[in-house]
């Protein structure tokens, strides 16, 4: 999310649709690639750009902001969660910032979320702080992501529960049951609990998936899943990511959530990277105590706003 205060002295256009074209869908991409490049990170979140293809998503609305026919902004509004107001993000081209736009595209999802509303701030600088301020917005939450290096990597072997074995995943065999533990382990989180088969094939889909990095846990007795550790790689930086984590309610508490963190460290480490990343709530105080005993810092926050309730 990012701030512009002065009105232009142009025409500005903004369309919402349930979906987007496949040419639409290529030049929102480009503009959030062009964004991160001067921003120095993504202003739209992996969920967000994955569903900028493959046609409509229920409650999913993207906005369009033109100036004079020129594509220079962009928003994305989900209202999927059944409690919490609809979640949005922004972005506007950095060559088009100061001009009002961001206001313009924030005041737009004011209007169609019916002034309930969380947004994101990838980052948290002083001119989304600022927007937010604007649009009458206060800070809700804050997600951190936190880094260490890989290079002296020297954790204790992990110690599984008596009877848990590890396997890696095999795409289109563990689907059903993997979204099934991963609904139990995030019942409190609607944002990864939440996820379907249509979001697990987008992400198979991707060029950094990959099962060999996509660790489950199950019962020796009856092959039930009980935990996961699903690592990623972002090739284009040299960095892994301990990108989701989860042990089935039942499971929790025996230490098989550390050593899975551990077994997908060592698995990251070995493929010669040498920083891993993570992102976690920083109200999450158990978990933040137990990534920071692992050696990870905080690298950088992203602050979600939203709406007085």
Known sequence: MTDEQQPPATMRQIDTVDALTPSQAEAVLGLIAD????????AVSEQGRLQLRGGARTGVRHLLLTV????????????TDPIEAPAAELVVHPAHRGRGHGRALGTALLGE???RLRIWAHGGHSAARHLAQVLGLT???????????????????PVLPEGVSVRTFVPGQDDTAWLAVNADAFAHHPEQGSLTQRDLD???AEPWFDPAGFFLAERESDGELV????????????LGEVYVVGVRSGAQGGGLGKALTTIGLNHLAAAGLPTAMLYVDA?????????ERLGFITHETDLMYRTES
């Not at 594509?71 to 209202?79: S, T, V």
């Not at 109200?283 to 990534?291: C, E, G, I, L, Q």
């Open 35 to 42: 964004a991160a490049r001067a921003d120095g990170q993504q």
């Open 68 to 79: 004079d026919g020129e594509f220079i902004g962009y928003a994305q509004l989900e209202d």
């Open 113 to 115: 979320s019916g002034r």
């Open 139 to 157: 800070l809700f939450r804050e997600l951190r992501q936190m880094r260490r290096t890989l290079g002296d990597l020297d954790l204790p072997e």
């Open 202 to 204: 987008d992400r198979k």
């Open 227 to 238: 935990g996961f550790h699903w690592t990623k790689v972002h090739a284009d930086e040299n």
């Open 283 to 291: 109200d999450n105080k158990a978990a933040v105590s137990v990534y």
